[in-house]
């Protein structure tokens, strides 16, 4: 099996949805990967898997890692990393030299980041360099500091305007492809109709080409209330926590292990 290629993904458009969730380990990749055009090694690793208040301080180093775990354990998914805070905002250069280390540690396919037209500068640069670039608009979360707060973008005509303008400058600055942040439905709607590239929504639109989100908030695993653009898929946290409880009772009451567990145990004792 091959995986599935940035260009394969831009051609689902009109055709097919872009199913895609978040993963930072191997035992869910390895899931993930039957069922996922497209993982993405998200910042939000910063919050689920590291217990963060944002996604401020994970690293290249640390993303990149976890990308790589996730590119070992798949086969057939698009794997997408995204750049960390402070990786890529600075200049083109900056952003293409971490960019290059992120995919060359890891093996991943794309990398994304936040930021509209702004950064369509970068993106053309990274674009023309081999990287290819999955821009993300609407709520930043590495803009929490900016915005006060993880809040929804793009209610206002003259947001909703500016937030229009950068995904047709991210368009044309050769982005393959859009991630839609928790704006305005109609905003991501118009978005999706006036874009050739596919537009990918995580409290966005249902008319939107594809769909992410973070794993964990479908399986009930994230710590937190589920988020009103997401729904519990799953109950993770039950069947780990059954597990968990059945093997501390087993050992406290003498019924784990037994000598079936042990090596060079006597025959006939
Ligand atoms: O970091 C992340 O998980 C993301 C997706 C939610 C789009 O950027
Ligand atoms: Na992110």
Redesign the pocket.
């Known amino acids: 099996i091959k995986r599935i290629t940035v260009p394969q993904l831009m051609a689902y458009k009109g055709q097919k949805k872009i199913v895609s969730l978040?993963s930072y380990i191997a035992p869910f990749a390895r899931i993930l990967d039957e069922y996922m055009d497209m993982i993405?090694i998200?910042?939000?690793t910063a919050m689920v898997g590291y217990n963060m208040d944002d996604?401020l301080s994970i690293t290249v180093d640390q993303l990149a890692a976890h990308a790589k775990a996730v590119v070992s354990s798949t086969r057939r998914a698009c794997i997408v990393v995204?750049m960390p805070f402070g990786s890529y905002q600075e200049s083109p250069e900056q952003a293409f030299r971490n960019a290059a280390k992120m995919l060359s540690v890891s093996g991943a396919d794309a990398v994304?980041f936040e930021g509209g037209e702004y950064l369509a500068e970068t993106t053309r640069f990274l674009v023309d360099r081999g990287i290819p670039v999955l821009a993300?608009i609407g709520l930043m979360?590495q803009y929490v500091n900016t915005m006060g707060g993880f809040k929804a973008q793009g209610l206002s005509e003259e947001a909703a305007n500016r937030i229009f303008n950068d995904a047709i400058a991210q368009e044309q600055a050769g982005a393959w492809g859009i991630?839609i942040?928790g704006t305005a439905e109609p905003l991501a709607r118009r978005i999706t109709q006036n874009v050739k590239i596919p537009t990918i929504g995580?409290g966005a639109s249902p008319e939107c080409d594809g769909q992410?989100?973070?794993a964990e908030d479908i399986f009930n695993l994230s710590g937190s209330r589920i988020p009103k653009f997401a729904r519990q898929f799953s109950d993770v946290q039950a069947t780990i926590r059954q597990g968990v409880e059945a093997y501390a009772s087993q050992v406290r009451d003498g019924s784990f292990p037994t000598l079936n567990h042990c090596f060079g145990v006597p025959k006939n004792g």
């Open positions: 978040t993405l998200g910042d939000s996604t995204d994304k993300h979360p991630v942040e995580i992410v989100l973070v």
